[in-house]
DNA sequence: ATAGATGCAAATATTTTGCCGCCAG
DNA sequence: CTGGCGGCAAAATATTTGCATCTAT
């Protein structure tokens, strides 16, 4: 039945091994934009980032490593690097409120599959996934710059494991 | 190349012609939930959407029909409805700000995909789509209850639709 | 009759903006 | 040097909550 191998790419834990250090900055500085000493440090935070997080906890994290940068200044980094497709923002489906996620756009898109129950979220790329995408924009007449793909349910784990029979 | 056909659903205007009108107060009811005046009128506001509202939008169609209605019940209900999976929650990407858009949630998921130049969104399903939620659910081993896809780019009217040679 | 809904107002939460002094290039 | 940037405080949005009252069943 499942031709096309999926590839789960992380569960929880960090996703930017495969991200060169410096790459933010390096795009934004090729891009003639300032980098400031703030900056650096949410640009840094970013890319090491565990992952998901909101705009609250990116200022924690980047205080831990410069005390003098303010939510304001989050606020306007972040638009400043969606602005250039460099990261993504999500809402995980809104498990945990409203709250917006953001997360380093790497090279590939990837969905989002979250339980719903135990709020854990599992990154996974599909050949099927770039196929649809391909369609979409054909058939839609569109020049696709930003796809987002977040699935929520109930995962083995919270349903016991028991999908025996069912 | 494209071998399954992708079905347009919808460019702008309503979606929901093939939804019975009473469906969700049916859903509620069954599920033994209090049907109040205005509850109702929430109700009958998402189903006879246009498309793509707000909060704020839905409280003003509301109050429109019944002038009783608060911010705080639209509130309560779209979360109720929520809960029962009876609409979805989008943000379209986000390209008009950070607004949450509700609508009705009909039989079939469909993507959402948007022009971040002109904001025109239309919806497909496709069966890729559905193949792409079945191998995620096999793959992840989860019981998938809600997906949600967005997807933006440019048009091609936005484009200038010389899209010849590229 | 009674559990559950609504309304009001206020509390929270989240994001944006104006203005001025400061710093990266 | 200089124009863009960050900080501060406040505004603008958006969403949630406590409590008294009312109503659908």
Redesign the pocket.
């Known amino acids: 039945m499942s031709a096309t191998p999926l590839h789960r790419v992380s569960t929880g834990e960090r996703i930017n091994d495969n991200e060169p250090a410096g790459r933010l900055q390096k795009e934004l ?1 090729s891009r ?8 650096r440090v ?1 640009l840094q935070v970013m890319e090491s980032a565990a992952r998901h997080m ?3 906890e990116i200022l924690e994290q980047a205080q831990k490593i ?1 005390a ?13 690097l969606k602005g250039f497709g460099l990261i993504d923002e999500l809402d995980l489906l ?1 498990l945990r ?4 996620y953001y997360e380093s756009h790497g090279p590939r898109d990837h969905i989002h599959v979250a339980c719903i129950r135990c709020g854990k979220v599992r990154e996974v790329e599909s050949p099927l996934y770039e196929d649809l995408k391909k369609q979409i924009s054909r058939d839609c007449g569109i020049e696709i710059s930003v796809a987002r793909t977040e699935i929520g349910g109930v995962c083995d784990d919270c349903r016991g494991k028991s999908v025996s029979g069912d």
Chains 1, 2 share one sequence.
């Open positions: 500085s003639g934009i300032r980098l400031t000493r703030q900056r949410v909101d705009a609250s410069d003098d940068i303010t939510r304001v200044t989050v606020y306007r980094t972040l638009d400043l809104h409120g409203h709250r917006h």
